[in-house]
């Protein structure tokens, strides 16, 4: 079973990048049977997909964060990292990496990281 872990800062200004890591062990994020998410949990609500990378590199986005999202991967670490610009506090939530087994429909989650966007 992989294990995924988030990190980046806790808080972020107004208008700044966010920028956020998510380090796999356990299993190659170039295996072709995964794919690898970002998704949100705002206060009290549920989880929202940010977007999400294949084994081969494609990436695909939530419409409504497109904009603003970027998902990319480093291969030599094993990482998958998240950017959102142009942050608002509305932003403010636990993110999450997952791994989606794709012929089984099943996930690996990370713990999360709390953001806040905050000045």
């Known amino acids: 079973q992989a294990q995924l872990q988030e990190s980046g800062p806790g808080l972020v200004k107004p208008s700044q990048t966010l920028s956020l890591t998510c380090t796999v062990s356990?299993?190659?994020?170039?295996?072709?049977?995964?794919?690898w998410t970002w998704n949100r949990q705002f206060a009290g609500k549920g989880l929202e997909w940010i977007g999400g990378i294949t084994y081969s590199g494609t990436t695909n986005l939530n419409p409504s964060l497109r904009s603003r999202t970027s998902i990319s991967r480093d291969t030599s670490k094993n990482q998958i990292t998240l950017r959102l610009s142009s942050v608002t506090p509305e932003d403010t939530a636990v993110y999450y990496c997952?791994?989606?087994?794709?012929?089984?429909?099943?996930?690996?989650w990370g713990q999360g990281t709390q953001v806040t966007v905050s000045a």
């Open positions: 997952a791994k989606l087994l794709i012929r089984s429909g099943s996930y690996d």
């Open positions: 356990g299993d190659s994020i170039i295996g072709n049977d995964y794919y």
